[in-house]
């Protein structure tokens, strides 16, 4: 483990009054450095938590937004389940997969952006919901992700971006 994992381990560690709690947030520092959460980085979760190395990596399953390889940067999940299916989600999955040139699961070959479509979000009451990166957008429509999309492109200048 570097000394940066080996530092940010111990202030997880010490967080928590459970070592296995320190499990998701090292791996998602983890992930910020390499872009995915590489097999080493289960090896040292699991060390850190002391759990072996597969059940690490069955836990970190579970999270959507832990990626076994890499993906783009720009991670936009959109909600395929019944609240915001009844709320216009096929439409915005539409519209999101038309704007980026992207299908479920892929992303752009620049490594720009990722694009899925997920379980619940547990924003059912604010449906159809989106997420990006860590951030929530709620009440989405297509018009509402021009506009992100928009500024997402701002706040990353310099790189090719998805044609209009
Ligand atoms: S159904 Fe979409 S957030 Fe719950």
Same mark, same amino acid.
């Given at each position: 483990?570097?000394?940066?994992? =080996?530092?940010?381990?111990?202030?997880?560690?010490?967080?928590?009054? =459970?070592?296995? @709690?320190?499990?998701?947030?090292?791996?998602?520092?983890?992930?910020?450095?390499?872009?995915?959460?590489?097999?080493?980085?289960?090896?040292?979760?699991?060390?850190?938590?002391? &759990?072996? $190395?597969?059940?690490?990596?069955?836990?970190?399953?579970?999270?959507?937004?832990?990626?076994?390889?890499?993906?783009?940067?720009?991670? &936009?999940?959109?909600?395929?389940?019944?609240? /915001?299916?009844?709320?216009?989600?096929? =439409?915005?999955?539409?519209?999101?997969?038309?704007?980026?040139?992207?299908?479920?699961?892929? @992303?752009?070959?620049?490594?720009?952006?990722?694009? =899925?479509?997920?379980? /619940?979000?547990?924003? /059912?009451?604010?449906? $159809?919901?989106?997420?990006?990166?860590?951030?929530?957008?709620?009440?989405?429509?297509?018009?509402?992700?021009?506009?992100?999309?928009?500024?997402?492109?701002?706040?990353?200048?310099?790189?090719?971006?998805?044609?209009?």
């Amino acid at each position: 483990m570097t000394p940066e994992r =080996e530092r940010r381990a111990s202030e997880l560690v010490a967080r928590y009054p =459970e070592s296995q @709690s320190a499990l998701i947030p090292f791996l998602q520092f983890c992930q910020a450095h390499d872009g995915y959460v590489t097999q080493q980085a289960i090896h040292d979760a699991a060390e850190i938590a002391g &759990i072996t $190395p597969g059940e690490a990596e069955s836990i970190a399953s579970f999270y959507t937004l832990l990626f076994k390889e890499p993906v783009g940067k720009h991670k &936009i999940q959109v909600c395929r389940t019944l609240s /915001c299916m009844l709320r216009g989600a096929d =439409e915005l999955q539409q519209h999101v997969r038309q704007r980026l040139g992207l299908g479920n699961g892929e @992303s752009s070959p620049d490594g720009r952006f990722y694009y =899925e479509e997920v379980e /619940c979000l547990a924003a /059912c009451d604010r449906a $159809p919901c989106l997420q990006h990166n860590l951030e929530f957008h709620y009440d989405v429509t297509p018009e509402d992700f021009d506009r992100l999309l928009d500024e997402w492109r701002a706040s990353d200048p310099g790189v090719s971006m998805p044609a209009e």
